[in-house]
């Protein structure tokens, strides 16, 4: 399960790689391999990009095949 604590690049290797980074993108983040990836969590960029957290994380969440 993606939380509002995992990490960007940790929520790609849970999800569909594919369709996380699909929901990422739509999001507004558009630096999947970037340093931060490595250090900033789904909420971090929620907050950023002024995306609705649990709508974010329903979305994610669902690419978990």
Same mark, same amino acid.
């Given at each position: ?12 290797? =849970?999800?569909?790689?594919?369709? $996380?980074?699909? !929901?990422?993108?739509?999001?507004? &983040?558009?630096? /999947? ?8 969590? =789904?909420?971090?960029?929620?907050? $950023?990009?002024? !995306?609705?957290?649990?709508?974010? &994380?329903?979305? /994610? ?5």
């Amino acid at each position: 399960m993606i939380t509002k604590d995992t990490l960007i690049i940790d929520a790609l290797n =849970i999800g569909n790689p594919e369709k $996380v980074a699909e !929901v990422l993108r739509n999001a507004g &983040l558009h630096c /999947l391999g970037c340093a931060l990836a490595h250090q900033e969590t =789904i909420a971090d960029i929620a907050i $950023v990009h002024g !995306v609705d957290l649990e709508e974010l &994380l329903a979305q /994610l969440n669902a690419t978990i095949e």
